[in-house]
T-cell receptor, first 118, second 113 residues
Framework: EAGVTQFPSHSVIEKGQTVTLRCDPISGHDNLYWYRRVMGKEIKFLLHFVKESKQDESGMPNNRFLAERTGGTYSTLKVQPAELEDSGVYFC????????????????FGPGTRLTVL | GESVGLHLPTLSVQEGDNSIINCAYSNSASDYFIWYKQESGKGPQFIIDIRSNMDKRQGQRVTVLLNKTVKHLSLQIAATQPGDSAVYFCAEKERGGSYIPTFGRGTSLIVHP
């Protein structure tokens, strides 16, 4: 079974440009998450989709970031316009529907997209 | 806000030695902890977890210890192998909170043959 895939693996853009990252979750997973890791720091949560609905977007840094998940399958994360501080690795993760595990619903991570804003 | 952190950013060991990666947390409401391994070019991968009602849990070559008194978590890897070289993240989840873990900064483990 294919895991979570992300495209592109690397992106180098100039400040002010627009970039769109894509995530394809594991087939059948309703939950999709976006995270970001800035160099040398912790992995920070950005937002969580349940199917096509945004369940939690409390981690989105500002309105330059727009995430969509039309049809509840793949998701895109657009940064417009990009700033220098947006550089980092953007991870996507997916998990199956809530199975009643009170503690944790295991998330499977993609390889990430390394974004460099010059 | 409260955060999860790590004592050492980099740990170098010889192949065959045991490795210990430490993590301190400050959120007293945390009741569930996870260790992830991130190899180069890949995303974080779940290794082992532990609930707050436990102080030790063992997996295959890995052991997680939890000391709630001092809010400290450690990951022990026995007979470390070159394939264990990776960045290790601890993460915590708050009691009653969502499934979204809060990650620490990560420790880079380098295993020398």
């Amino acid at each position: 079974e294919a895991g979570v895939t992300q495209f592109p693996s690397h992106s180098v853009i100039e400040k002010g440009q627009t970039v769109t990252l894509r995530c394809d979750p594991i087939s059948g997973h309703d939950n999709l998450y976006w995270y970001r890791r800035v160099m040398g720091k912790e992995i920070k949560f950005l937002l969580h989709f349940v199917k096509e609905s945004k369940q939690d977007e409390s981690g989105m840094p500002n309105n330059r970031f727009l995430a969509e998940r039309t049809g509840g399958t793949y998701s895109t994360l657009k940064v417009q316009p990009a700033e220098l501080e947006d550089s980092g690795v953007y991870f996507c993760a997916s998990s199956a529907s809530d199975r009643g595990n009170f503690f944790y619903n295991e998330q499977f991570f993609g390889p990430g997209t390394r974004l460099t804003v010059l | 806000g409260e955060s999860v952190g790590l004592h050492l950013p980099t740990l170098s060991v010889q192949e065959g030695d045991n490795s210990i990666i430490n993590c301190a947390y400050s959120n007293s409401a945390s009741d569930y902890f996870i260790w992830y391994k991130q190899e180069s070019g890949k995303g974080p991968q779940f290794i082992i977890d532990i609930r707050s009602n436990m102080d030790k849990r063992q997996g295959q070559r890995v052991t997680v210890l939890l000391n709630k008194t001092v809010k400290h978590l450690s990951l022990q890897i026995a007979a470390t192998q070159p394939g264990d070289s990776a960045v290790y993240f601890c993460a915590e989840k708050e009691r009653g909170g969502s499934y979204i873990p809060t990650f620490g900064r990560g420790t880079s483990l380098i295993v020398h043959p």
